[in-house]
């Protein structure tokens, strides 16, 4: 195996990086907009109770195969099955988990864009630059294009770096700087007028709405796109691990620090919204639900903006630039499934690999986007509901049921010698058996049917 592969220079990191992939659009968008539907604080108690069951054993799961292998999740499921059909399912996971991240990049990249069109359209508005503002914010197929291949540079150019130089050094600059940017965010809404009503929607549970059919799948699908899970881009993070860190720890970690954004997120977006009903701005669709999705994001809250004059177009400047680092600490982990496994297996440069792949993905991208209406929901729909799930319930597989118990403890040994007395050795490999593959098997038969 390749012994130049990179690795994590410190926990903190390691957490930035990892938290980097979880903390994206999911989070910052996804989240909030789900707990308005859904019973406001009743489904955060059902989110946060299913990131502690549900996601955070599955991403033990990929951290632990990963570091033990210390390679990409082809070579690492090979390396942790007991026979020679087991290692060929592995390799099938691990090319599957591949693709499936490389489609997740390029429907996410086509959403960045956007997103990066709205900071810059901001950034206009406030040099007096309205035709240009104007240009950025219609949804035009050459505006697409553009900002789609920029932020698919962005992440190139972060990926080409490698582990430390790249992934580490970014995600340890950006990911202190959209907590501190969320943080004067949610304290600048507060005070507007409004804000309260929406802070009451969130944080008072109305337990009828959350007893709602398909709350619960909803929230674990949540919860399991937020923390990244599924196509190894958990497992090739944790492969870049020391064999020195904790792993239950640096896991606990990342899954508190997603679920904290995530529920501050909350405290920004519905008040906005409220904010927004306040000055005017309609937030409720015609059968009466709260607006959410890409309307939300793209008309709502501008329209908001809008109502708030010069004070307005820097907020909207800071919301769109928050939104952008945490899409970018997400693409990143997201390339670098695809980059690490032809570096290691088809025995590519980094550069060459990073770029390749990185130009593949933006052509998938550009074809999407020239058949918007058919594709970008199928993608969409392939990959986090159909794809991700399967793949998690495999990782579980691996990790419960195929992988020698014995060898597990001796990884888990290595950065914490007392685990076998701990809380963690006593739950996790019968929950990660028995209660994960059940509960994941419970959201794809739903996703079926549904
Ligand atoms: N977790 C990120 C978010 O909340 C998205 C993400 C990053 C992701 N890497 C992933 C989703 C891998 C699925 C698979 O937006």
Not at 165 to 188: F, N, Q
Not at 428 to 435: A, E, L, S
Request: aromatic letters at 12%; charged letters at 10%.
């Amino acid at each position: 195996m390749a012994t130049n592969r990179g690795e994590f220079s410190s926990r903190f990191g390691f957490v930035m990086a990892a938290a980097g992939s979880a903390v994206g659009l999911g989070n910052v968008w996804g989240f909030p907009t789900q707990a308005a539907d859904n019973g406001g604080a009743a489904f955060l108690f059902v989110y946060l109770l299913l990131a502690l069951t549900l996601a955070y054993p599955t991403l033990m799961a990929e951290l632990i195969i990963g570091r033990h292998a210390h390679a990409n999740a082809v070579s690492a499921l090979r390396l942790i099955s007991p026979g020679r059909g087991t290692a060929r399912f592995g390799t099938v996971t691990g090319i599957y988990g591949f693709i499936v991240a490389s489609l997740i990049l390029a429907f996410y990249a086509i959403v960045a864009g956007w997103i990066i069109a709205f900071f810059l359209a901001s950034a206009c508005q406030l040099l007096g630059l309205d035709g240009l503002a104007d240009w950025l914010t219609r949804f035009g197929m050459g505006r697409n294009l553009l900002f789609m291949a920029l932020f698919m540079l962005l992440t190139i150019g972060i990926i080409s770096e490698g582990v430390q130089r790249g992934i580490e050094r970014w995600s340890s600059r950006l990911m202190p700087l959209l907590l501190a940017t969320l943080l004067c965010l949610v304290l600048y809404v507060m005070t507007l007028e409004g804000a309260m009503d929406g802070l009451k929607v969130y944080l008072l549970p109305d337990f009828g709405a959350a007893l709602k059919p398909g709350l619960i799948i909803a929230a674990l699908g949540s919860a399991f796109f937020s923390l990244s899970l599924g196509v190894g881009t958990m497992l090739i993070y944790g492969s870049y691990l020391t064999d020195r860190e904790n792993l239950p720890v640096v896991g606990s970690l990342v899954t508190l620090v997603d679920i904290l954004i995530a529920v501050l997120a909350g405290f920004l977006v519905l008040p906005a919204m409220y904010v927004a009903l306040h000055n005017g701005v309609q937030i409720f669709t015609d059968s009466g639900e709260l607006i959410s999705g890409d309307s939300l994001l793209f008309t709502v809250l501008p329209e908001l903006f809008s109502t708030m004059g010069i004070a307005g177009v820097i907020v909207s400047m800071v919301f769109f630039f928050l939104m952008s680092i945490a899409a970018l600490t997400s693409s990143i982990s997201m390339l670098e499934v695809p980059v690490a496994y032809t570096i290691e297996e088809h025995n590519v440069g980094r550069k060459k690999a990073v770029f390749v792949i990185g130009g593949l993905i933006a052509a998938a991208s550009a074809v999407i986007l020239l058949n918007f209406e058919t594709l970008f929901g199928l993608t969409v729909s392939f990959t986090t509901r159909y794809s991700q799930p399967l793949l998690g319930f495999v990782f579980c597989l691996y990790a419960g049921w195929l992988w020698h118990r014995d060898k597990l403890l001796q990884e888990l040994r290595k950065g914490n010698p007392e685990v076998a007395q701990g809380l963690f050795w006593k739950v996790w490999p019968w929950h990660v058996k028995f209660v994960c593959p059940l509960i994941i098997l419970a959201i794809f038969g739903q996703a079926l049917l549904g």
